[in-house]
């Protein structure tokens, strides 16, 4: 009995673990025509507001952005075909 309780515990554990699935969003950085492409493990891409990034001399920048998980034809390398 206590093994099936271990192998089912072991299961759960495993189905939990495997549930974060990681999201690429596309975000424009306001006043700029920079985008910014952002992989994040939680939350949704369209709550990001700010983009905190360091440059060559470790100063960090903070870009006000707006963010879609739309997914683009041109972040593909699949051709479509008519």
Known sequence: ????????????????SSCVKEKNCRCSVLGSMDTRIITITQGDCSKLNYVTYYDALDSAHVDPVVCT?????????ILYQK
């Open 1 to 16: 009995m206590k093994k099936y309780l271990f192998l089912i515990g072991v299961a759960c554990v495993a189905l939990l």
């Open 69 to 77: 998980d739309y997914p683009f034809i041109g972040d593909s390398s």
